[in-house]
Nanobody, 125 residues
Framework: QVQLVESGGGLVQAGGSLTLSCVASGATFGFSNLNFGWFRQAQGKEREFVAVVRWGGDDTFYASAVKGRFTISRDRTATYLNMNNLKPEDTAVYFC??????????????????WGQGTQVTVSS
């Protein structure tokens, strides 16, 4: 069983930056074959895909709403989401997720088996 713990959320003004972190633990099979994704859920809305990084770290994919502003990266046991030029519409709870399978670019939440508890990001105008 993989545990994921996010951190780094907070309150920031529009145009500012935040970096979210997600640390994985507990994988008896190791972490090298896990794809890491980030999703977000704004109040009253459905959870939506943000970004994903492939298990090898050599491939990434972004939602159109964040492409060019957000950067996803990873090391062996963690993933990071660097968010720049934040907008009020980026306000949401951000979740990291991990998957050892699925079809690239894994944009659907059902493709992820493991989820973190979420971290709140609030962007003020």
């Amino acid at each position: 069983q993989v545990q994921l713990v996010e951190s780094g959320g907070g309150l920031v003004q529009a145009g500012g930056s935040l970096t979210l972190s997600c640390v994985a633990s507990g994988a008896t099979f190791g972490f090298s074959n896990l794809n890491f994704g980030w999703f977000r859920q704004a109040q009253g809305k459905e959870r939506e895909f943000v970004a994903v990084v492939r298990w090898g770290g050599d491939d990434t994919f972004y939602a159109s709403a964040v492409k060019g502003r957000f950067t996803i990266s990873r090391d062996r046991t963690a993933t990071y989401l660097n968010m720049n030029n934040l907008k009020p519409e980026d306000t949401a709870v951000y979740f990291c997720a991990a998957s050892a399978s699925g079809t690239w670019p894994l944009r659907d939440d059902y493709e992820y088996r493991f989820w973190g508890q979420g971290t709140q990001v609030t962007v003020s105008s």
